[in-house]
């Protein structure tokens, strides 16, 4: 396997699947609330952190699974923020068997279209930051676009957030500039009436129109679904808001194995 792997604890299995030009590491304030209770599996996404760089068409779920099936075999929970909940959402749709709970955090899914202008400049913006391989540039993009969001200063966003997530983005920018290919997915944004498990959506009410608008799209699609929207947090809810996304989550999270 070409993907950096990280495994703790004992009990039901929890693959936490971080969001894009993220890695691993932004779930290190989160492990120790699960790892007393659950098997918790956390992995570098292809072209992030310490996994290998794409140099072809791949599959996100298609690595997801092979992570599941090295580490959990009979299935597992996920919990996926943003382009992992985007792999979590498609892998769920091959394989709804091998899901037990489905946590969603700041979804995106496959085939979704960005209208809101502000993503769409800062967007435009970054592809021009990669084309003249300006890295911080292309960071900072992203630190506005995912960490900060549409409706907060950069200023008025945690220091220490924004640093962690910086250097996380800076491994990719670094490490990862060569990768090649595009993302293979099941345009689930058409689907997502098929989403079976169990299943949480957490947001940030600081987040993009786009996301706000899928999550609610999920949530209205799937019978059952719950949802919790998190006051002062933007995309990434883990980070925002730890105590209110623990809060949101672990108790889901408990009832895994009861379906």
């Not at 068409?57 to 992992?84: C, F, I, K, N, W």
């Not at 400049?121 to 549409?150: H, I, M, S, T």
């Not at 250097?167 to 990719?172: D, E, L, Q």
Request: aromatic letters at 6%; one cysteine or more.
């Amino acid at each position: 396997m070409d993907l950096y792997v990280d495994e703790r604890g004992d009990g039901p299995p929890v693959v936490l699947l971080h969001g894009g030009l993220l890695d691993h590491r932004m779930w290190d304030g989160f492990v120790p609330d699960l790892a007393g209770t659950h098997r918790v599996i956390r992995y570098d996404a292809r072209s992030h952190g310490r996994s290998a760089t794409a140099t072809g068409d791949y599959s996100p779920a298609d690595d997801l699974h092979e992570v599941v099936r090295a580490t959990a075999p009979g299935g597992a929970a996920l919990v996926g923020l943003s382009l992992g909940a985007r792999a979590a959402i498609d892998f769920a749709l091959r394989w709804p068997e091998l899901v037990e709970r489905l946590v969603l955090v700041s979804p995106g899914a496959s085939g979704m279209e960005f209208a809101d202008p502000y993503v769409q400049e800062l967007q435009a913006q970054q592809v021009a930051a990669a084309r003249r391989l300006d890295a911080d540039a292309f960071v900072e993009c992203f630190l506005r676009l995912w960490v900060d969001g549409p409706h907060r200063e950069p200023a008025r966003t945690d220091p220490g957030v924004r640093e962690a997530c910086r250097r996380m983005a800076m491994t990719v920018a670094s490490n990862h500039f060569t990768a090649q290919g595009r993302l293979v997915e099941e345009h689930a944004v058409n689907r997502l009436a098929e989403l079976r498990p169990p299943l949480l959506v957490v947001t940030g009410a600081l987040d993009s129109s786009d996301i706000l608008r899928l999550a609610d799209a999920i949530v209205d699609a799937v019978p059952g679904a719950e949802s919790a929207r998190l006051p002062d947090a933007a995309h990434t809810v883990p980070l925002d808001a730890p105590d209110d996304f623990r809060a949101a989550v672990v108790p889901f999270l408990a009832a895994q194995g009861q379906r």
